[in-house]
């Protein structure tokens, strides 16, 4: 579900990004490209009290981490 995240004074934007998706690599980029977030990458790093960032639904990362269980 996509949002707008209203920033907090001194947030940074690949905090936001770790905190909303749970990873920083590709998301920060994948939210800077947006046409709704084009005056964002002026404003970086720090953001300012009062900032929105357009925040679109992306999929998980894969981490090419694979599990397995040794006691069934």
Not at 10 to 25: K, T
Request: proline share 4%; hydrophobic share 35%; aromatic share 8%.
């Amino acid at each position: 579900m996509a949002i707008f995240y209203n920033c907090k004074d001194g947030e940074q934007l690949d905090q936001i990004c770790r905190d909303i998706y749970g990873y920083s690599r590709g998301s920060v980029e994948a939210v800077l490209s947006h046409e709704t977030n084009r005056e964002l990458a002026k404003k970086m790093p720090g953001l300012a009290a009062g900032d929105v960032v357009y925040l679109p639904d992306l999929a998980p990362q894969e981490t090419g981490v694979k599990t397995i269980n040794l006691w069934s």
